[in-house]
């Protein structure tokens, strides 16, 4: 366990199909993160968010929706997604500050598979 | 833009000694992290720099020039269990958390 729980592990969905994927935290930090991980590319930020409010949307499609509704849980609601979407999909939290150590903490990911 | 480069694959022996290089090109620049990441796994935090100079912590140690853009890994004494890949972020800003990363490096560790 790393402090940064996601559920579920794998994830197999249908094009058509609505899921969640969650995040849970009890690290006390103030920021959270999604992240994609997808084959032989670099980790692509999808979203931040810094006490509970959403301060980036890096151009992500709209049938990837973030929730964030306490500085401990987030969430990711996926819709109508494609097969490129198909990918390892990470969350991760940090304590935020200027100027210091502060990395991430990540969650293991979510593998999910887009049928 | 945004850029960071590192080999993809890399491959040496155990008990050997591994360096693992990483350029990068980013807008702002508050800090350079190395992360390492099992297949199937999380990434970890391995190491910070944000000043110029080498920092040591164990059999890993981390170096940093900022006017060169460049960072690299150094892994002493390998053991199996170090065949992971291995990930340079930047993080751009003063404030808040964005990290830019790079590819990853596979390392395989041989017998």
């Known amino acids: 366990e790393t402090g940064v729980t996601q559920t579920p592990r794998h994830l197999v969905m249908g094009m058509t199909n609505k899921k969640s994927l969650k995040c849970e935290q009890h690290l006390g930090h103030n920021a959270m993160y999604w992240y994609k991980q997808s084959a032989k590319k670099p980790l692509e930020l999808m979203f931040v968010y810094n006490f509970k409010e959403q301060t980036e949307n890096n151009s992500v499609p709209s049938r990837f929706s973030p929730e964030c509704p306490n500085s401990s849980h987030l969430f990711l609601h996926l819709h109508t997604l494609q097969p490129e979407d198909s990918a390892l999909y990470l969350c991760?939290?940090?304590?935020?500050?200027?100027?210091?150590?502060?990395?991430?903490?990540f969650g293991s990911g979510t593998r999910l598979t887009v049928v | 833009g945004q850029n960071i480069d590192q080999p993809t694959e890399m491959t040496a022996t155990e008990g050997a000694i591994v360096q693992i290089n990483c350029t990068y090109q980013t807008s702002g620049f508050n800090g350079l992290f190395w992360y390492q990441q099992h297949a199937g796994e999380a990434p970890t935090f391995l190491s910070y720099?944000?000043?110029?100079g080498l920092e040591e912590k164990g059999r890993f140690s981390s170096f940093l020039s900022r006017s060169k853009g460049y960072s690299y890994l150094l892994l002493k004494e390998l053991q199996m269990k170090d065949s992971a890949s291995y990930l340079c972020a930047v993080r751009d800003r003063g404030y808040g958390q964005n990290f830019v990363f790079g590819p990853g490096t596979r390392l395989s560790v041989l017998p």
């Open positions: 991760a939290s940090s304590q935020g500050g200027q100027g210091q150590n502060y990395g991430y903490t």
């Open positions: 720099n944000v000043l110029d």
